[in-house]
């Protein structure tokens, strides 16, 4: 059964991290495209960012949103078949449920979407909380 979970969140304060976590089962995630979103109360859902999934000669290369470039960093963990979201400098604006996403297609070829309706594959989200 295709499955993501994520995991990692928690309560910090300003200018704290953490590392987020997007576990697939059921297939080779780091192969497959996939985005980090996040979706404040009230709000719609937002990229920060995406990575391309790899190819026979090619590893795929993360994007980030402008409000999170230089602060969070996107990383494949071959062994675990995990994502990572390595989010530093965490600010109160920052807070937010967080979700990985796929769209579960297979040599795809380079690039990612920053666009959330792209994927059709979510997991349940994990809540990130930065304190002032």
């Known amino acids: 059964q295709v499955q993501l979970v994520e995991s990692g969140g928690g309560l910090v304060q300003t200018g704290g991290s953490l590392i987020l976590t997007c576990a697939g089962s059921?297939?080779?995630?780091?192969?497959?495209?996939v985005g980090w979103f996040r979706q404040a109360p009230g709000k719609e859902r937002e990229a920060v960012g995406c990575?391309?999934?790899?190819?026979?000669?090619?590893?795929?290369?993360?994007l980030y949103s402008d409000s999170v470039k230089s602060r969070f960093t996107i990383s494949k963990d071959y062994t675990d078949n995990t994502l990572h979201l390595q989010a530093n400098g965490l600010k109160p604006e920052d807070t937010a449920v967080y979700y990985c996403?796929?769209?579960?297609?297979?040599?795809?070829?380079?690039?990612?979407?920053?666009?959330?309706?792209?994927?059709?594959?979510w997991g349940p989200g994990t809540q990130v909380t930065v304190s002032s």
């Open positions: 059921g297939f080779h995630l780091p192969y497959y495209r």
């Open positions: 990575i391309d999934g790899d190819g026979r000669e090619y590893r795929g290369v993360p």
């Open positions: 996403a796929t769209d579960l297609v297979l040599n795809a070829g380079p690039g990612c979407y920053m666009n959330p309706r792209k994927y059709d594959r």
